[in-house]
């Protein structure tokens, strides 16, 4: 890419406009941290065996499912509620946003999720935080796997649902995405986690200093996004390109910022 076009694609990612969007995914993701993150904590707080405890499992994936739909719902019509840093790589692979403009999008996610760990280590007096990690009957390679098929079938909705041809669905879009990320952690919370979000396993495992099976939480997600983009961009939309807007408008929920 011409010096030019490098430049002028990074202006468009310092506008007044995309700066809302950072601070957007940064407010949203925060807040899906604190509830994903500290739901753990809650659980291993009330109940003395968390770990072996069905109800813990359901808390945790309420949680997620609950605070998930929230924020993309309050972050939607602001940068398009990724919340995620595989969906903002997917997005930014299929030519959806900028390449300037998703590296300020992870920048956000990611402060966002150390932020909201150190916020709650440090209100709770010190409390442990929970990082993701896989059980041992799992192997790294088996763990990154399921969580690429996790991270799939999360992304796969995020597109659907925010696929112009189903507007009807309107504000349930992220209910849908919500509920297939808290079916995901009741799948797969004794395995892996069920983590499907790069950002929220990298700000736990930091603030708890162990970045053990870390690369899991990140190719896994990450291969998963990109896989569910280009199958929904190359499959679905193409196959029927007359009946959608020009792509530069579909940013998941909404227009998004425009890069």
Known sequence: ??????????????????????????????????????????SRKMLPDAMEEPAALVVVAVANAFALSSAIYIAGNISGGHVNPAVTFAMAIG????????IFYWISQMLASIMACILLKGTTAGQAVPSFAISQ???????????????????????????PRNSPLGATGPIMVG??????????????????????????????????????????????????GLLYDNAMIASQAQDLPPPAVIRGFSEGVRA
Request: net charge neutral; aromatic share 12%.
């Open 179 to 228: 509920f297939v990320a808290g079916a995901g952690v009741l799948a797969t919370g004794p395995l892996t986690g069920g983590s499907m979000n790069p950002a929220c396993a990298f700000g736990s495992a930091l603030v708890a200093g162990s970045f053990r099976n870390q690369a899991v939480y990140w190719i896994g997600p990450l291969v998963g996004a990109m896989a569910a």
């Open 95 to 102: 030519g959806r946003i900028s390449v300037p403009t998703a």
């Open 137 to 163: 009957e799992m192997t790294g390679f088996g763990s990154s796997i399921l969580e690429g098929v996790l991270t799939f079938a999360l992304v796969y909705t995020v597109y659907a649902t925010g696929d």
């Open 1 to 42: 890419m011409a010096p030019s076009a490098l430049a002028a694609r990074f202006g468009e990612s310092v506008t007044k406009s995309a700066l809302r969007s950072y601070l957007a995914e940064f407010i949203s993701t925060f807040f899906f941290v604190i509830a994903a993150v500290g739901s753990a904590m809650s």
